[in-house]
């Protein structure tokens, strides 16, 4: 009976072994890839990762490089309200704490921290260091500071309309973020992240992905450092609502500075309340360019051999088209002016008996050559194209209205590129903001070489006898023109007809005006001056000087 007890527990014994090896020979081996698949689902953890962003910079003349947009490692404070204690005075404390730290209404913490079926809620991001060591002393459970990878723009405000921003979902909006965003963002790749004993977790990143390319834009830092400079003192001595100025090389059309009023920082954009801050106003507002424009009608009526420079006009101070009366600025008569003296005195009624000498037909095929009827295509987003429904109807009085700048929309940038054959012997450019766009082709020639020095030898004498002698700098020839228009009311947004009291005052020149080595238009919008020659002309004098001393090109001619 004793043998039969011992034998039987044994027998039982070994029947359970056998039971048992066959569960684990089972579990490691038959099913072995199914708990190895169950493992790593418990342990690892996949996500979608982006290589990292690539960066914009801007050079000076030496070769300086400089960061308008870069990524870097930001703290930022989140709650976790699962592991807060939810008794009143512990959430109170938390909320009354960080409120002192992180200068937040108590009220928004709280709020924050009694979402019980939440584990990540953000306080606050992109923390100051003094935040970081203060927040670091205090012993909250379900408090966290961490870091995380974001956009940064060093320079603030500098050159913003053009760089952008980098929006919440991580794509860029406006400018050379939102335009070359898919050069910049790099490409997808996939995370794994490992959790081991002690919740201590190893990441490793696998599959093809790259780094975004940098850029690089034409952009000169310090002429649009000068640029913005003298836009943020037409604000004190001007009280201007708005503006731009514009530089850039009239021969290949590469941008080297432009800078705008009102501006912002890229780095807070989430505060600006007005979006209309983030659009380019040289490439998405346009405007009627006033006196501006009349080089453009003269130089049309040259090469059509429809006037030379020194042709006469006898002025009377105003001309009848159609019933309608046109004046000149304050009512003023000339009496025998040449052609030259036109543009010297900007005669608004001998503009109009040019543009008839041309004819409307081939004025209007001028405007076109010129670039006005298209977009100038520079390598930034949402440009905008001037309809010019009224130019375009194609009556008299539009015709004439247009010869001197009145009555036809264009923007900044398409000015510059009209100009810019003026400037050049003739030929249009594409303007570009990133050096990788430049054209090697040659632009269409619009005018002839001798038109092009003939109007060059024109408005070089506006500078010199003209209503522009404060846009002259000492030992250069400077050609330019200035221009100062009504604003209409439907461009301010008011449905009524006709034209405010409000002006755009600009002047447009390059310089040295018989080898230009660049180009500046200065537009303000509604400056407390007279005219243009008592605001955007001594802009462009200063910032031409600037210029020419910062190029190191020696004078031409006796100081």
């Not at 834009?217 to 001007?238: S, W």
């Not at 600009?506 to 605001?535: C, H, M, R």
């Amino acid at each position: 009976m004793k043998n039969f007890r011992f034998n039987l527990v044994l027998f039982c014994f070994c029947i359970y072994s056998l039971v048992v090896a066959y569960y684990l020979v089972s579990f490691q081996i038959t099913k072995n890839d199914y708990w190895r698949a169950m493992a790593q689902g418990q342990q690892k953890t996949y996500s979608e990762v982006l290589g990292d962003r690539g960066g914009v910079y801007i050079k000076d003349r030496l070769g300086q490089s400089y960061p308008l947009a870069i990524n870097r490692d930001w703290e930022y404070i989140y709650v976790s309200p699962r592991e807060v204690k939810q008794k009143e005075e512990d959430v109170n404390a938390i909320s009354e704490s960080l409120s002192s730290i992180l200068d937040i209404n108590s009220d928004i913490i709280l709020t924050k921290l009694v979402k019980q079926d939440s584990a990540y809620e953000v306080i606050k991001k992109r923390l100051t260091q003094e935040e970081v060591k203060e927040l670091k002393d205090l012993d909250f459970g379900g408090v966290y500071v961490r870091k995380e990878v974001v956009r940064y723009y060093p320079q603030n405000s500098l050159a913003s309309q053009l760089v952008g921003f980098v929006g919440g979902d991580n794509t860029g909006q406006y400018g050379i973020e939102e335009h070359y965003n898919s050069m910049l963002e790099g490409s997808e790749s996939f995370k794994e992240t490992e959790k081991f004993f002690h919740q201590y977790l190893i990441s490793k990143t696998f599959g093809a992905f790259n780094s975004g390319a940098d850029i690089t834009l034409t952009v000169d830092y310090n002429i649009q450092f000068m640029a913005e400079n003298l836009l943020e003192r037409a604000v004190e001595n001007l009280s201007i609502e708005g503006g731009t100025v514009l530089v850039g090389d009239p021969n290949t059309g590469r941008i080297i500075a432009l800078a705008n009023y009102p501006s912002f920082d890229p780095n807070e954009y989430s505060k600006e309340s007005n979006f209309k801050v983030f659009k380019n106003p040289a490439i998405h507002n346009p405007y009627e360019p006033g006196s501006i424009f009349k080089p453009i009608t003269m130089a049309i009526a040259l090469n059509e051999d429809k006037i030379t420079p020194t042709d006469k006009y006898h002025d009377t101070g105003s001309v009848q088209v159609k019933g309608r009366t046109i004046r000149n600025y304050a009512q003023r008569s000339w009496g025998e002016v040449t052609m030259t003296e036109v543009l010297e005195k900007s005669i608004n009624t001998a503009t109009v008996y040019v543009e008839n000498l041309i004819g409307h037909n081939t004025f209007k095929d001028y405007i076109e050559k010129f670039g006005f009827f298209e977009k100038a295509d520079i390598d930034l987003p949402g440009e905008v194209l001037p309809p010019n429904i009224s130019f375009k109807e194609g009556y008299d009085i539009n015709y004439a209205n247009a010869s001197f700048g009145q009555g036809i929309e264009v923007t900044s940038i398409q000015m510059f590129k009209a100009f810019s054959a003026l400037a050049n012997g003739g030929r249009l450019i594409n303007p570009y903001i990133v050096e990788e766009n430049k054209s090697i082709l040659q632009g269409e020639r619009v005018i002839s070489p001798k038109t092009s020095l003939d109007i060059t030898s024109m408005m070089v004498s506006v500078t010199e006898n003209g209503f522009a002698k404060t846009a002259q700098v000492p030992g250069y020839y400077i050609a330019g023109k200035t221009g100062t228009a009504q604003i209409p009311w439907t461009s301010l947004e008011i449905n009524k007809v006709g034209y405010s009291d409000k002006t755009i005052q600009g002047f447009i020149g390059y310089a040295p005006a018989f080898n230009p080595q660049f180009l500046i238009l200065v537009k303000l919008d509604n400056p407390q001056a007279k005219t243009s020659e008592y605001s955007a002309a001594p802009i462009f004098g200063e910032l031409a000087k600037y210029i020419l001393d910062y190029y190191q090109i020696p004078p031409e001619r006796e100081l």
